[in-house]
């Protein structure tokens, strides 16, 4: 009897956990939820991201009332996971959690180890409230870093170490190679067993190189407003519409003049597909610029298209994908002009994308100014010798 309670209780728990709300972490963290606070994963929910809303409102699972895309847009919204997991009616309430919590401060800081699955990975979470795991090359063996408030000889010098809210926890392998973000970002299925998006496996076990080093690289600032540091973890979370200086090294653009013209290469150097989610639209613009203007002008356009009997369709529906040409994870993409190029030539390439392609702005009526707009990623000249 009292066995049966205990595991009742037990799994209760597993769901009835809440999550410290970030504006706690905001007191003593004000750099670091001043950036987290203008980027997507704050941002994930249907009431603060127009584009999400729009594809829930024509996707399937809105007719069954089950928003399953919670499991990596608003997580921290545990009513919702817990009748989610229990096939109730599970809606998105506007709620607090749901505008200022979606994928939390101390969501992202508790997720332990991710656990592989088909259809999409899942996070497994510390149960224990206010223990954080962070990674620290110096501290790494460091399980539960208490706080310290040491006083020396008569209080003459004083020495501050953790954190007088919460322990800390060093020692997670996942915040050194950037796995633990593969619990929202390694795949999606659809219910046709196609990719709606996937990075590789492979792309999270690197320490020098992560997910980490690039999208949040160290910025000037200070981590805590108790504890200074110079630099701090950039909480924005990087990408060409926001921040694009951070990631813009990582994509190398190079031309030069060949025997029948001229070549343009674009090296990826993500450890993933340049851009994954099947409503980017990539473009490459190249111009050749004589005294006068332009001489020559070639654009392509990459993508990953999903579709249904070699039509692009909603991705929910496709039964395959009819179209890539997305550059993949560490390619380098040669593309050869036929012009005829002189000295003094000028070369111009630019390259970016387009957060929704301009032809689904019409489909899901978002705001074109906002998502049909073109982000530039590169734009460089080259002059022929
Ligand atoms: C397995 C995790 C997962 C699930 C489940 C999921 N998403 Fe996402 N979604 C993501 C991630 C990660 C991104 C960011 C990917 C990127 O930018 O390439 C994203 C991005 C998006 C975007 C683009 C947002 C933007 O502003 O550019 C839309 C739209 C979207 N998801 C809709 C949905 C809908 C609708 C559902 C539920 C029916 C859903 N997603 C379920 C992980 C998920
Ligand atoms: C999407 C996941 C995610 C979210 C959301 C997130 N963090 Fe982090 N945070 C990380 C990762 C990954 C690191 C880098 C590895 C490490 O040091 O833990 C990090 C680093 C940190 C650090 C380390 C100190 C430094 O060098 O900057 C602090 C402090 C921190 N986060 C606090 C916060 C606070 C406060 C919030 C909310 C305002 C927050 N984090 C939201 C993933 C996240
Ligand atoms: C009362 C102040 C206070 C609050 C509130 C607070 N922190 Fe901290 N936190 C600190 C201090 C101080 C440190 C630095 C400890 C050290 O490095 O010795 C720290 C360090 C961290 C680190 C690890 C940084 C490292 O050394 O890599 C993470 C992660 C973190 N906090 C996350 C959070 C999250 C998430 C919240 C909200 C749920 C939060 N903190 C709330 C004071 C606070
Ligand atoms: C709990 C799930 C979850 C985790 C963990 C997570 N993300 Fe995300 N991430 C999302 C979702 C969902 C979106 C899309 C939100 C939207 O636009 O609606 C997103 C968006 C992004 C974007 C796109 C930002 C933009 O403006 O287009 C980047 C970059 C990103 N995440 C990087 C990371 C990194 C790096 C980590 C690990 C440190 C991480 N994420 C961890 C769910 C997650
Ligand atoms: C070597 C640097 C590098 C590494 C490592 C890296 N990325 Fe990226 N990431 C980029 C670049 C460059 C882009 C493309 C520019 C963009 O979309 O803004 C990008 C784009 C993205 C986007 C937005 C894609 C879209 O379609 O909007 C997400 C989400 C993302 N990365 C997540 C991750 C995750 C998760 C990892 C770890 C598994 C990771 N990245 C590792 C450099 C990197």
Redesign the pocket.
Known sequence: MIRLILVGLLALSLYAQEYVKSSVCKGCHPTIYAEYYDS?HRK?SIYE????K???DK?P?KEKKQ???????TPTDTKLMEALENNEEAMPQKSEVQTQEAVSCAYCHKIQDIEEHTN??KNIMSLKEKLFFSADEKNRDIKKKEYKDKESYMGMVKEKTGSPFHTINYSNKNFYTGKMCM??????KNDNDVDV?RIDKDAAKDEETSCISCHMPKVKGTATSIKLTKKHTYHGFA?TSKNNSMLAKYVKVKSKKTKEGFRVSIKNEASHNL???P??LAKLEVKVLRENGAVFTKTEHFARVLGKDNKPTLP?LADSVIHNSMIKANERRVLNYDFTVKDDDVIEVIFGYY??NPKMVDVFKVNPKK?GQFHIMKKERFIIE
């Not at 991201?49 to 999400?52: G, Q």
């Open positions: 997507a994930a991201d127009e584009l999400h729009a594809v829930w996707h699972d928003y399953t895309c919670a499991k990596c847009h999409s990975n619990g929202c970002h390694s795949h999606l998006c990408s851009f994954l989610h409503m980017r929910w957060r929704v998502y």
